[in-house]
Structure formats: structure tokens, C-alpha cells
């Protein structure tokens, strides 16, 4: 079984609906990051979280939320999706010293 | 100014070919290094850390150059299975910046 699942894998939704995407993990790790990565600009980091009461802003935090309900869960919503969040998102894990970091399988959402 | 700059290619070799990817970094105070890859619409891997004193896996090898602030990754007798895209990756502060990533295209 993976290290790092994420659910859905892929997904299509409208504009203005809430959407969460989930992430659970059996390594142990208590570092999670939620990314997105768009054609030609990378990926980016949108939350981080280093153990279940700490969660940080990234880069681009605007539009999203999360949720450390766990040490080995991690979701991430969208409160009112709109298109320009169409992108490919990323879970990861890492272990304290951050030094290798484990990603889930993605999962595609389009809004339109 | 991004901070983990890389030349995002293609970069198309034939199989057998040497070729070499150079990531500039910004954060002097970054301590680890690394190269990821990452095949088209899969997750990213690691593939190998970057030290000072460089690194040799088999056929890639990676360096660094504090001094100029970049990093590199040379791969050699390239595969066509080596097609890819290989991120650099800063982890200053223990927040991992990543690089926009060079695409590779290895072919017959």
C-alpha cells in the first residue's frame, strides 16, 4: 500500500462549490504540505503543518483552508472553488529534519 | 526573483548522451540540496541529495557550489527511460523551495 494517499484522484467541480481533498499517510511523519502545481510554474506551496497544532501559510494560501485532524491526516479545502484553482494537487510528507519529503499521487481538479 | 531558478529545456539528447542541469539558488543561508524527478502527471521522487562534497549514484552525479550558489546534476550514457522532469529543490529553512524543473527528452 502507498505511504501517502490522497482522495480523490481526480475530480471536476463548478465554480462556487466547496471542495476538500484528503490526505492520509502511514509513515509516521509529522511534517504535511499541501502543493499545487500548474503547467510552467512549478509547484507551490499553499500549507504546511509540523505537527497537529501547527499550521502555517505558504505562498499562496489565498482561497484555501486546512485541517490537521490527525497526525496522519491532512485536508485541504476550497470554500468556493473558481477556475484559476483548476491545478494538480500535491500532499507530502517529511520527517523532522525535512530532509526528504514523500508525495502522494496528486489529484486533478477541474472547476469550471 | 524566484528563488530556486532552473532553465525549464527540453533538453533533447540521443540515448547514450551526457548531459547536464544547473539550478541556481538565491537563500544563502539554504543547507540541503536535492534533485527530484518527476515522470509526466506522477508525483515527484527524490533522487538524490546534494553535497558539498558531491554525490555519485551510479550514472548521476550532483554538485555544489556554495560559492556561486547553484547546483548540478550531470547525468551520463543517458536512457531512454531518463526522460523526465528533474526539479531542484533548496531546503532553507526547512521549508523545501522548489525549482520549476528541466524537462528531459532522451530519445533513440
Known amino acids: 500500500d502507498a505511504d501517502v494517499t490522497q482522495t480523490p484522484r481526480n475530480r471536476i467541480t463548478k465554480t462556487g462549490k466547496r471542495i476538500m481533498l484528503e490526505c492520509s499517510q502511514t509513515k509516521g511523519h509529522d511534517r504535511m504540505y499541501w502543493y499545487r502545481q500548474d503547467p510552467g510554474l512549478g509547484l507551490r506551496l499553499i500549507y504546511y503543518?509540523?505537527?497537529?497544532?501547527?499550521?502555517n501559510k505558504g505562498e499562496i494560501s489565498d482561497g484555501y483552508s486546512v485541517s490537521r485532524q490527525a497526525q496522519a491526516k491532512f485536508s485541504l479545502s476550497l470554500e468556493s472553488a473558481i477556475p484559476n484553482q483548476t491545478a494538480l494537487y500535491f500532499c507530502?510528507?517529511?520527517?523532522?529534519?525535512?530532509?526528504?519529503?514523500?508525495f502522494g499521487p496528486g489529484t486533478r481538479l477541474t472547476v469550471t | 526573483r524566484k528563488e530556486v531558478e532552473q532553465d525549464p529545456g527540453p533538453f533533447n539528447v540521443p540515448e547514450g548522451a551526457t548531459v547536464a542541469f544547473n539550478c541556481t539558488y538565491s537563500?544563502?543561508?539554504?543547507?540541503?540540496f536535492f534533485w527530484y524527478r518527476q515522470d509526466c502527471r506522477k508525483e515527484p521522487k527524490l533522487l538524490m541529495s546534494?553535497?558539498?562534497s558531491g554525490n555519485e549514484d551510479g550514472r548521476f552525479t550532483a554538485q555544489l557550489n556554495r560559492a556561486s550558489q547553484y547546483i548540478s546534476l550531470l547525468i551520463r550514457d543517458s536512457k531512454l527511460s531518463d526522460s523526465a522532469t528533474y526539479l531542484c529543490?533548496?531546503?532553507?529553512?526547512?521549508?523545501?523551495?522548489f525549482g520549476r524543473g528541466t524537462s528531459l527528452i532522451v530519445h533513440p
Open positions: 537563500n544563502s543561508a539554504s543547507q540541503s
Open positions: 529543490v533548496s531546503g532553507g529553512s526547512y521549508i523545501p523551495t
Open positions: 546534494v553535497y558539498s
Open positions: 507530502a510528507t517529511s520527517d523532522l529534519r525535512g530532509v526528504e519529503q514523500y
Open positions: 503543518s509540523f505537527d497537529v497544532k501547527d499550521i
